[in-house]
């Protein structure tokens, strides 16, 4: 356990007090306010100014996670403010100094690379700082040299070094990606992964292409790694390339398990969570291809999740050791939070410091969502999460018409790949002439690619893009600006993991110190107490699998599946979803039952369930 610094002790004290609380949450109001409203009811006085500042570099000290992100938030929050209402020259030049200062503390590089894109400021770091900053990019440079590890990803990585079995989790900000990568440029160069290969294995299609294109930019100066995305490795290319990096869905790397040409020395599990999912077919999947790969080889497995408590549970989840977990909770860019009641005609926002919502003026009388919209994105680039591909693409065309047309070669030239490649009517070329995409998992793979090219390019024209789901499976989608406009995915509520994985898209690494999540009310049955719950920034919830500790001895998903066996219909209506996901881990039971492989599945199947040797035998 790591002892407790003065820094530590001192961050604690200035939590508690009275004027830290009172400027703190002042700040707030006024940025929510100029954001919501485009007015500041008070303007921030140079002394509660002067303090913040004062308090923030105390913060970004601390060995707290919690009080390090209150003193990026607060840093990113001046900036914001400075931008939007104005803090005069000389504040101004204190907020960039002390900014810097305590982005160096907090290891926060990207932060520091957006810092130094403006005028810079007429203050020097302190000579103690300067040296820390030196000191951290020289500890903290990738494996490749082009790049500086944040403190948290350091973190990461330098656990993650000696462990055969590892799994962490943190924001959608925190970069698992990048810290995949930079484990992997390390892991391909090493002479034992000949005639061998690695594994990364993704949810989608989509997410193939993009960790593929990636990889290939990474590795273009390694030539003995070739990346496939494809089951399969033909002789010449085994011939011509030591070493293979296969970028694979679960049913992929199951059509590899059928005839593996090279044994699987790691396998890393991106966008984890898909393993453990509730009512998701696919989750077996997973689970069957992890499962069967560490049986065949003595592979090394990495699992990267989103924000949860217990990243250990995946550890578990295949029997392995659980010292090789780590949760991270800060994050690179700072979250603004607010919540829009076009039903009521309320608006809120929340703070750092509670979940309670503060309220603020009303929006205007007869205000839409796509007035809404169109006022609070101003110029910077925005994502609108819809829930359902049609009405993505509905909702875009709804958007484009109150946007004016766009004149840009690249732009044009999409608008042409679309015509020719899908149809000539196709919706998405009129929206695109307005500045306007929409995303989703029905659309062509190119055009989709051809799409987040197209908006993540920052003098792109297109500012807006409509998209479904796709941003929860772990597209690379990041904006200034999410609009949030239903709490469901698919038939379901979100889930904590659901809404942190989407609000993490606000805000863009080396471009915003922070991101605006807006999310929008705008019929009757949407946002319940229980989905408003999620908004605000809270602590990671635990993650839960019937294959771990069974809460409570519940047997419902075992009993569920004596029924499948016993060739019994399922209570109640379940789903074809429920109903698919019950069938597949029927089949698995049989399978590992057939090999008499020790697995939690088989363990608690034949705990839980009466006469279950019979029954799966």
């Not at 209402?85 to 305590?102: C, H, T």
């Not at 948290?152 to 995949?180: C, H, N, V, W």
Request: proline share 4%; aromatic share 8%.
């Amino acid at each position: 356990m790591t002892s407790r610094t003065a820094a530590d002790l001192l961050s604690e004290l200035i939590l508690q007090r009275p004027d830290f609380q009172s400027a703190y949450g002042g700040l707030e109001r006024a940025v929510a306010e100029s954001f919501l409203s485009g007015e500041v009811a008070q303007a921030l006085n140079s002394g509660d100014v002067k303090h913040l500042l004062r308090f923030a570099d105390v913060l970004s000290h601390s060995n707290d996670a919690r009080h390090r992100e209150l003193a990026y938030t607060a840093i990113a929050l001046l900036r914001e403010y400075d931008t939007a209402v104005g803090l005069g020259q000389d504040l101004s030049d204190r907020v960039l100094a002390v900014a810097e200062a305590v982005l160096v503390q907090l290891g926060n590089f990207p932060g520091i690379r957006t810092l130094q894109k403006g005028v810079g400021s007429r203050y020097a770091l302190p000579l103690s700082r300067g040296a820390l900053r030196i000191a951290k990019e020289v500890l903290q440079r990738t494996r490749k040299g082009d790049a500086t590890l944040t403190d948290a990803q350091y973190a990461i990585t330098e656990k993650m070094r000696g462990e055969d079995y590892f799994s962490f989790s943190g924001p959608t900000s925190l970069g698992k990606s990048f810290i995949i990568k930079d484990a992997l440029y390390d892991i391909v160069r090493r002479d034992d992964l000949n005639d061998h290969c690695v594994v990364v294995l993704v949810p989608t299609k989509a997410l193939i292409g993009q960790t593929a294109v990636d990889l290939r930019i990474l590795l273009s100066e390694v030539p003995e790694v070739n990346v496939s995305t494809y089951p399969s490795l033909p002789q010449l290319l085994r011939q011509k390339y030591r070493r293979t990096i296969f970028v694979l869905t679960p049913e992929r790397l199951l059509r590899y398990l059928a005839d593996p040409v090279r044994e699987i020395d790691y396998l890393v599990v991106d966008e984890a969570q898909k393993v453990i999912a509730k009512n998701d077919a696919r989750s077996s999947l997973y689970y069957h291809a992890i499962v069967e790969t560490t049986r065949r080889f003595a592979t090394k497995l990495v699992f990267a999740s989103p924000s949860i408590a217990n990243p250990e549970l995946f550890l578990k989840l295949f029997g392995k050791a659980t010292n090789g977990a780590l949760t991270v909770k800060e994050r690179t860019v700072a979250q603004h939070r607010y919540f829009v009641d076009l039903v009521t005609q309320r608006q809120y926002y929340f703070s750092g410091l509670d979940t309670t919502p503060q309220e603020i003026g009303a929006t205007l009388p007869g205000m839409g969502v796509v007035d809404l919209i169109l006022a609070r994105s101003r110029d910077r680039k925005s994502i609108i999460y819809i829930n359902g591909s049609l009405k993505s693409a509905e909702f875009a065309l709804w958007l484009a018409e109150r946007c004016g047309v766009v004149s840009d070669e690249k732009v044009e030239e999409l608008i042409k790949h679309v015509r020719e490649c899908v149809h000539k009517d196709y919706f998405l070329a009129s929206t695109l002439s307005r500045g306007v995409a929409f995303h989703h998992g029905k659309m062509p793979q190119e055009v989709r690619e051809r799409v987040e090219q197209g908006f993540a390019d920052p003098d792109s024209p297109i500012q807006f893009v409509v998209c479904t789901s796709t941003l929860l499976e772990g597209v690379n989608l990041p904006a200034k600006n999410i609009f949030v406009l239903s709490d469901k995915h698919g038939n379901s509520s979100f889930t904590k993991i659901d809404f942190e994985n989407l609000a993490g898209r606000a805000g863009r690494l080396t471009y915003d110190f922070s991101g605006n999540v807006v999310c929008v009310r705008e019929e009757e049955n949407r946002w319940t107490d229980r989905t408003r719950a999620l908004i605000p920034r809270t602590e990671p919830d635990p993650a839960e699998s019937f294959l771990v500790n069974p809460a409570n001895n519940r047997k419902k998903e075992y009993t569920d599946i004596a029924r499948i066996l016993r060739g019994e219909s399922l209570p109640g209506k379940p789903s074809a979803e429920q109903q698919r996901s019950v069938e597949q881990y029927a089949s698995i039971l049989t399978l590992h039952q057939l090999d008499n492989q020790q697995t939690p599945l088989r363990s608690y199947f034949l705990d839980k369930v009466k006469g279950g040797r019979s029954g799966c035998g």
